[in-house]
């Protein structure tokens, strides 16, 4: 029987290249507490989720996908007060978001861009580095609603507009006099 080792410059289907860097960052994250949840990863830290997601652009074909990770903070105190409260928070349910790229060292909207096995593998090795050095850092100073509740009230409101913001604020401070 001959068997046909496949060349990881070879295009493998769009699918099969989400699941290399999928693959990829769930193993680095399982460590940490994070769980996988369809095309996220999610981190239960007590009063809120932690959620890395992956998202495919509508622009990708059966040929090339093109993602992106989206990371977001879930406050079950503020969802509690707003009766949003979800078990299963997705990260557009989040109350604080992020677009990974824009923690890089040149701030942007970053969107990658795989063909192959090798493109997919160096675009999960490079998201891994952006999560572990920038993003995860980054959540963990927001691992309670008190730290989000301190953020926002600094003016900083990634994610969602200074209207929200404020108005989560204003929830938080009749929820509790310490917020």
Request: aromatic share 6%.
């Amino acid at each position: 029987m001959l068997l046909i080792r496949r060349d990881e410059t070879m295009a493998a289907s769009s699918e099969d290249l989400v699941k290399v860097v999928l693959d990829a960052i769930k193993e680095t994250l399982r460590p940490l507490g994070f769980k996988k949840k369809g095309s996220a990863l999610v981190a239960d830290r007590g009063d809120v989720l932690h959620v890395i997601n992956l998202q495919k652009s509508t622009s990708s074909t059966a040929d090339t996908r093109i993602v992106t990770i989206n990371l977001g903070v879930y406050s079950k105190t503020l969802a509690g007060c707003l009766g949003t409260a979800s078990s299963v928070a997705s990260v557009w349910d989040c109350h604080w978001q992020e677009r990974l790229g824009f923690l890089g060292p040149e701030p942007m909207d970053k969107w990658w861009t795989m063909q192959t096995e090798s493109d997919a593998h160096k675009a999960g090795q490079e998201m891994i580095g952006l999560l572990t050095e920038r993003a995860l850092p980054l959540l963990e100073g927001l691992r309670t609603t008190e730290q989000l509740r301190a953020l926002w009230a600094t003016g900083n409101s990634p994610g969602i507009t200074e209207m929200v913001r404020d108005r989560y604020l204003s929830i938080l401070s009749r929820q509790s006099p310490e917020f």
